[in-house]
C-alpha cells in the first residue's frame, strides 16, 4: 500500500487535499500568546492570570519538576494573588490517555477556570487535551484531528520547562494511547496558550543529554519549517531565527547549564520554531521520529536528532536552496559560495553538533525485522500530512531507517516484526 501511495505521489505532487490544507494552513488565523521572558517570568505569570480575573486554576506539571521546586515560583504567586490552586503532578512522558482523563476528573470536580502548566511538551500537552476535554465533555479519543470540540476551553498558560517542544505557541496537543501502542494529535486553535512564560531560571538545572535532545528538536522544527512547501513570509522569519540562535546558543548551554543567557536564547529560539511550524508543519524526520518514538518509546527530541541529518542528505537535491540559505544563516556557509557548498556545509554543521552534544548515532532499541513496518506507517503519516520537499517512498523509508541500525545488528537480521504505531493526525511536534 505504502509503495502505491508513493508512487502516485511522486507522479502528482503533493495531492490536492495537501495543497488545500497548505492554503488553509497560511490564511488561518492563529493566536500567537503574549511572552513573558526572562528570569523570574513564571512568578510574573502567576500574577498576570490573577490580573486577568481567574479565581481557580488547575496546575498541570510532572512530579520531576514538583520535587525539584520548579513550579514553587508559580504556584506561591497565584495563591499570595489569592487564587486557589488545585496541584496535578501525574503527568508522564507521552501525555498518556488514562492520565489526561485523571486530570480531566480533577479539573471537573474543582471547577477550574483556566490551566496553567508548567513541565516538558508532554505536560503542555496534556494541559491542552484536558482543557478541551473538560469543556467538551468528549473523550480525548474523540477529539483526535483538526477542530473536533465545539466549545472554547479554558484559557491554557504555559510554563515550558525544556527548550525544545515549542507547545507552548502551537496548536496540537500529542498524547498517547498506551492500549493501541499510538500517538494521537489534538489540533486546534483555540487550544493554544494565552501567555507563555519563558523562564530560564528554571532550565538551568536541565542535564546535558536533555539540553542536547530538546535543543535539537526545535532545531528540527525550524529546519522543516523552512524547507517544506506550506513556508510564508512570517514563519521562514521564525525559523531562520531560529536555527541562528540554536547555533549559537545551543553548544553554550550544553557546556554550562547555569549560563542564563544562553538558556533564554534557547528558550526564544525553540518558541520561535514552534510558531514557524505551527503554520508551516513538519515533514519526513517527524514521520519517521513519531514511528521510533511510538514502537521503542524514545524520546522525541533524540529520535529526531539521529534522523535529521539522514533525512537532510537524502533530500538535499530537492531542497538545496533552502538549505543553502540556513547553510548562511547558521553561520556554517560563506554567503559567496555557491547553494550546493552551502547546502552541504549545512548538513555537515548538523551532523557535527550532534557529534559535539553526544547524540548517538545508532538507535541501540531498533531491530531490523521492524523497519518495514516502521517504514510504512511513517510513509503513511508523511505522505498524507506533511508539505515534503521530497516524497518518501517505501524503500526510502527503510535506508533511512537502516542507516540508524547499530552496526552488528545492521549485518544480521533477528526476530519476527512487531506492530508499528499509527500517528493518527497531522500537525504534530
Not at 183 to 194: G, S
Not at 229 to 256: S, Y
Request: aromatic fraction near 4%; charged fraction near 15%.
Amino acid at each position: 500500500m505504502s509503495n502505491l501511495i508513493g508512487d502516485m505521489a511522486r507522479s502528482v505532487g503533493l495531492p490536492t487535499l495537501k495543497r488545500a490544507a497548505g492554503v488553509v494552513t497560511r490564511r488561518l488565523p492563529i493566536p500567537q500568546p503574549m511572552l513573558l521572558v526572562g528570569p523570574g517570568a513564571s512568578a510574573r505569570l502567576g500574577q498576570a492570570i490573577a490580573d486577568l480575573g481567574h479565581r481557580q486554576v488547575l496546575l498541570v506539571t510532572d512530579e520531576v519538576v514538583t520535587s525539584l521546586g520548579l513550579a514553587a515560583p508559580l504556584q506561591a504567586a497565584l495563591q499570595a494573588a489569592g487564587v486557589a490552586v488545585t496541584v496535578f503532578d501525574r503527568v508522564t512522558p507521552d501525555a498518556p490517555i488514562p492520565v489526561i482523563e485523571e486530570g480531566i476528573s480533577l479539573m471537573r470536580g474543582n471547577a477550574c477556570d483556566a490551566i496553567a502548566a508548567i513541565g516538558g511538551g508532554s505536560v503542555i500537552d496534556a494541559a491542552k487535551a484536558i482543557a478541551m476535554a473538560a469543556a467538551t465533555g468528549k473523550h480525548p479519543r474523540e477529539l483526535v484531528g483538526y477542530f473536533k470540540g465545539r466549545r472554547r476551553p479554558a484559557p491554557i498558560y504555559a510554563v515550558p520547562t525544556t527548550a525544545g517542544t515549542g507547545s507552548e505557541v502551537t496548536v496540537a496537543a500529542v498524547i498517547s494511547d498506551p492500549a493501541h501502542h499510538a500517538k494521537l494529535v489534538i489540533a486546534d486553535t483555540r487550544i493554544v496558550p494565552r501567555i507563555a512564560a519563558l523562564d530560564p531560571n528554571l532550565m538551568a538545572g536541565l542535564p546535558p543529554p536533555i539540553t542536547a535532545a530538546t535543543g535539537m528538536d526545535a532545531l528540527t522544527h525550524a529546519v522543516e519549517a523552512f524547507i517544506g512547501e506550506w513556508g510564508t513570509e512570517f514563519t521562514d522569519r521564525m525559523a531562520l531565527a531560529a536555527v541562528g540562535m540554536i547555533f549559537q546558543a545551543l553548544p553554550q548551554a550544553f557546556d554550562n547549564g547555569q549560563d542564563l543567557a544562553a538558556r533564554e536564547r534557547m528558550a526564544l529560539a525553540s518558541t520561535y520554531a514552534g510558531l514557524a511550524f505551527t503554520r508551516a508543519n513538519v515533514g519526513n524526520v517527524h514521520a519517521l521520529a513519531h514511528q521510533l518514538g511510538g514502537l521503542y518509546h524514545t524520546p522525541h527530541g533524540l529520535a529526531n536528532a539521529m534522523v535529521l541529518p539522514r533525512v537532510l542528505h537524502w533530500c538535499r537535491e530537492e531542497a538545496q536552496e533552502r538549505l543553502a540559505v540556513l547553510g548562511v544563516r547558521a553561520g556554517v556557509a560563506a554567503a559567496d559560495s555557491p547553494p550546493a557548498r552551502q547546502a552541504a556545509a549545512f548538513i555537515a554543521a548538523v551532523e557535527a553538533m550532534n557529534q559535539r552534544l553526544g547524540i548517538p548515532p545508532a538507535l541501540e532499541a531498533l531491530r531490523r525485522a521492524d523497519i518495514a513496518l516502521l517504514a510504512e506507517a511513517a510513509c503513511h503519516e508523511a505522505n498524507f500530512n506533511y508539505p515534503v520537499p521530497k516524497v518518501m517512498t517505501q524503500q526510502d523509508a527503510e535506508a533511512l531507517l537502516r542507516k540508524l541500525l547499530p552496526p552488528a545488528r545492521a549485518k544480521n537480521g533477528e526476530g519476527a516484526a512487531r506492530a508499528a504505531p499509527r500517528v493518527r493526525s497531522s500537525s504534530s511536534s
